[in-house]
């Protein structure tokens, strides 16, 4: 079955220190991984996808298939930076527009 | 426009009202999905329309009952709907299903009594 885990509810850092949050995926095919950001009180929006390669707002993440993780990384923290983040998976099929969550994880970045 | 808009923002209704729930969009996107996301959960998917037709139905009870009029609009009919029912609909769009990313509208904030 496909799944995401995201296996930490909170992470709480100082401005400037590094930070990772975890996911992990089951899926059986070539995948398709996503993060999310919601920051408070604003729409879910697109951070990165593993296709693009790219680092946005400092961010990075790797697709590693022989972990099966998507870890999202940043090496200096800034407080703008909290928010929840949710890695999600793109469906059985690729081409279903179906995108499955993970719980998310709540970034916590204090000054 | 590039961006999804969703009306109401908030809606309390009872067991026995009929409401609907509002989407649009003006990107010329062709996929349109509803999600439902309860306090603190991740967003749970309900139904993708691909060009106006139902693609997706994620075994959702007959109580929701959605509509796409036009390649522009979403809607969610609501009829006889539980308190468990309660929560953040989220209305998302994206360029088509395969492999573009999903705009997400702020969501209605719906209340069973």
């Known amino acids: 079955a496909q799944r995401v885990t995201q296996p930490e509810k909170l992470l709480s850092v100082f401005k400037g220190a590094p930070v990772e949050l975890k996911c992990n995926y089951s899926y059986s095919g070539s995948p398709e991984l996503f993060w999310y950001v919601q920051y408070s009180r604003q729409r879910l929006q697109l951070l990165l996808r593993h296709i693009s390669r790219e680092s946005i707002k400092g961010f990075t993440a790797d697709l590693n298939k022989g972990e099966t993780s998507f870890h999202l990384k940043k090496p200096f923290a800034q407080e703008e930076d909290s928010a929840m983040y949710y890695c999600?998976?793109?469906?059985?099929?690729?081409?279903?527009?179906?995108?499955?969550f993970g719980q998310g994880t709540t970034l916590q970045v204090k000054p | 426009d590039t961006e999804v808009t969703q009306t109401p923002k908030h809606l309390v209704m009872g067991m026995t009202n009929k409401k609907s729930l509002k989407c649009e969009q003006h990107m010329g996107h062709r996929a349109m999905y509803w999600y439902k996301q309860k306090a603190k959960k991740p967003p749970e998917l309900m139904f993708v329309?691909?060009?106006?037709?139902?693609?997706i139905n994620e075994s959702v009870p007959s109580r929701f009952s959605p509509e796409c009029p036009n390649s522009s609009l979403l809607n969610l009919h609501l009829h006889a709907l539980q308190p468990e029912d309660s929560a953040l609909y989220l209305c998302?769009?994206?360029?088509?299903?395969?492999?573009?990313?999903?705009?997400f509208g702020p969501g209605t904030r719906l209340t069973v009594l």
């Open positions: 999600a998976l793109r469906g059985p099929g690729g081409n279903t527009g179906k995108l499955i």
């Open positions: 329309y691909s060009y106006e037709k139902l693609s």
């Open positions: 998302a769009s994206s360029q088509d299903r395969a492999g573009h990313e999903q705009f």
